[in-house]
């Protein structure tokens, strides 16, 4: 049986033996016959001489960018912006001037709102004289002696009126009390 079992066990090594060098071959092929067809193409444009620094990429997409916060600056007076005193990213303090209007356009409503002030002025005046007329008038010696010659004619209408027989008394104070 010593005999037989050394037969398979050289059979054995045999076996490994022959496939380790079959697949040596196989790869030493593949490598030459990888080599020998000269692989892919390389543009030349895409070629670079080798040299050591700083590497940066830029991408484009497109998208949507959000700030973290929003604040909103708002100015009290509109116009044209003339000059701009400061840049993006610029640190401000609280009161600085950051930009300056085209004055002629502001002046044009000034000298406008100054006008309208001045008509309103002049018509409250006018009006307080009105007033003052009025409030003179009223209080005049004339105001008594203007109700008594009204109150004299109407007796004299309505004594016409009774003597002519055009209308009763009663007719009359009625009349007067409707107007």
Not at 8 to 17: A, L, N, P
Not at 60 to 75: D, F, M
Not at 98 to 108: F, N, P
């Amino acid at each position: 049986m010593n005999g037989n079992s050394n037969g398979k066990k050289k059979r054995r090594k045999r076996i490994i033996i022959i496939a380790i060098v079959a697949v040596v071959l196989l790869v030493f092929c593949g490598a030459l016959l990888a080599f020998t067809r000269g692989g892919t193409k390389i543009d030349p444009t895409k070629l670079a001489k080798v040299e050591k620094g700083d590497l940066a990429k830029s991408v484009v997409a497109t998208g949507k960018v959000t700030p973290i916060t929003k604040v909103e600056v708002k100015s009290k007076a509109s116009g044209i912006v003339k000059k701009l005193l400061v840049e993006y990213g610029d640190k401000v303090k609280k009161g600085q001037l950051l930009a300056q209007l085209d004055k002629v356009e502001i002046e044009a409503q000034v000298d406008q709102s100054r006008a309208a002030l001045q008509a309103a002025q002049a018509n409250y005046a006018s009006s307080q004289a009105d007033y003052e007329r009025a409030k003179v008038d009223a209080e005049g010696p004339d105001v008594p002696l203007l109700k008594r010659d009204y109150d004299r004619a109407h007796m004299e209408l309505w004594e016409r009126m009774d003597a002519t027989g055009v209308g009763s008394p009663a007719w009359y104070i009625q009349s007067f009390q409707q107007y």
